[in-house]
């Protein structure tokens, strides 16, 4: 049994963040289909796969309730991680 979804103009928005820096700068892995009726590309698959754009590396990301439209509540950002020059 699935949960109903809430009507999407009464419920919370949201918004995505790096665990590790905080940054809303986030990305996921997809495939987009051509649609030939929309003459367009459209989301058809999304990944689990999480890429940060400020870590520059593969991240987790958490889900955060939006204070207004473009601000999120979040966590303080952790400093990025220094990346050691290791090969491979
Ligand atoms: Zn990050």
Request: proline share 11%; aromatic share 8%.
């Amino acid at each position: 049994m699935t949960e109903p979804a809430p009507p999407p103009h009464t419920s919370r928005r949201h918004s995505y963040i790096c665990n590790v820096c905080g940054s809303d700068h986030v990305t996921r892995d997809a495939w987009a289909a051509w649609d030939m009726a929309a003459q367009q590309w459209v989301l058809e698959v999304v990944f689990d796969q999480c890429w940060c754009h400020r870590c520059m590396s593969a991240t987790r990301l958490d889900r955060v309730v939006l204070t207004s439209p473009i601000t999120f509540a979040a966590p303080d950002p952790a400093p990025i991680p220094q990346r050691t020059a290791s090969p491979g």
